[in-house]
Each structure stands twice: as C-alpha cells, then as structure tokens.
C-alpha cells in the first residue's frame, strides 16, 4: 500500500527523494547511477540533485555515498532515524495534514484550507481534485464546499485502514492489546475445528480492522 502515500504527496521532488530512500535502504547494497535514476524514474543530473538535498536534510550520521565507479549506498542506520525522519517531512505534506485533520473530524472549507497550509486557493484546489481521483479507487468522493470524504462508512473506515495502517510512514493510531489478539485466536481456532468456516484473512489486517 505504499503506492497510496506516493499518491499523497503534492510535491514531485519529495516523492523522487521517497524513493531513492526506499530503494536504499531496502537494498542494504550499492546500487549503481543509472539504475537508481531508472528505478526513480527521473535523470541522472536531477538524481543528483536530489540526493544532494537529501543530505543536506537527513538527520545526523545518515548519509547517502556516491562510491566512485560503484553507485550510491547508504549509510547505516543504527538508531532507526530514517522512516521517523520521513513521518516527520509527509506529516506537513498538504494532503496528508487535510485527511489527519478530516480524520480528526477537522472540517474546513477550501479557503481556510489554504490559509492553513499558507497555500494559495487554487493550488490548494490542485491537490484537493488530485485526491478526489485518489479517492475514486476506494468508492469514495470529495465534498468540495466543505472538505470531507463521502461514502458508505465502510468505506470510509477501509480508505483511512489503508491510510494510518498500510504504510511505515504515518504512525498507527494504537496497537491490538494481548486480549484482541488472543480473542482473534481462539475465534479462528475454534470456527476452524468445528469445520464451519474456512478462514482466508490476514492476520495483521484483522486485528487492526
């Protein structure tokens, strides 16, 4: 569900700079220039500088290293900084503090949106139709006068599953305790050994729904 936060974010830079962290990390290799600007799917010149941004704003002892006739790596990181860093930069990312705030049942109008992001009224216009689309893959619209999702309840509660629980980037909302989980277990165990049902669901997903 990582594709939905790529989504999310208005700004192209960010999205590429994401990315090349994702890649990085998840890697745990170097990876070599042109095959990290294909994966990003940008140049090599403005690879380049957004690493160089990156650097620039990552926090202290992380660095990404241009290894001459090798490709780029990552630094280690010990003390996990990197995805807190990235919940840091998406939690003032416009869209992602608009469906916090509706969440949160923070219903503004588009201006006073825009006051609050201090984004001008039509850029703010932008990026509420690009989640409009966003929204249509999960049955849902965006109600324009004042900014709020509108669907059946189920899949409002599906959409915003996916949105705090689908990704590493934004925080969960709280953790299943030790009785959920043993309730879930003893519900599968016991509709499993009587035959009635044949449980397909995932378990993670379960919990949290």
Request: net charge positive; proline share 1%.
């Given at each position: 569900m990582e594709s939905l936060y790529y989504k999310?974010?208005?700004?192209?830079?960010?999205?590429?700079?994401?990315?090349?962290?994702?890649?990085?990390?998840?890697?745990?290799?170097?990876?070599s220039v042109i095959d990290l600007a294909k994966l990003v799917k940008t140049s090599t010149k403005t690879l380049a500088e957004d690493i160089t941004s990156l650097n620039l704003q990552l926090p202290e002892n992380i660095n990404i290293e241009l290894k001459k006739g090798l490709g780029y790596t990552l630094d280690a990181d010990p003390n996990g900084q990197i995805y807190p860093w990235i919940q840091k930069i998406l939690n003032a990312s416009p869209l992602f503090v608009i469906l916090t705030g509706i969440f949160n049942?923070?219903?503004?109008?588009?201006?006073?949106?825009?006051?609050?992001?201090y984004l001008s009224e039509t850029t703010l216009r932008k990026y509420l139709f690009k989640l409009n689309e966003i929204l249509y893959d999960y049955n849902l619209k965006l109600n324009f006068k004042n900014v709020d999702l509108k669907?059946?309840?189920?899949?409002?509660?599906?959409?915003?599953?996916?949105?705090?629980?689908?990704s590493r980037y934004v925080p969960h909302l709280e953790e299943p305790n030790f009785e959920i989980i043993e309730l879930f277990k003893r519900i599968k165990n016991r509709?499993?050994?009587?035959?009635?049902?044949?449980?397909?669901?995932?378990?993670?997903?379960?919990?949290y729904w």
């Open positions: 999310l974010i208005a700004e192209k830079k960010l999205v590429r700079q994401i990315k090349i962290i994702d890649i990085l990390v998840s890697g745990h290799r170097v990876i049942n923070k219903i503004l109008t588009p201006v006073q949106w825009a006051d609050n992001l669907g059946s309840e189920e899949d409002i509660r599906f959409f915003f599953f996916n949105y705090f629980y689908g509709a499993q050994s009587l035959g009635i049902i044949k449980l397909s669901i995932q378990y993670n997903r379960s919990l």
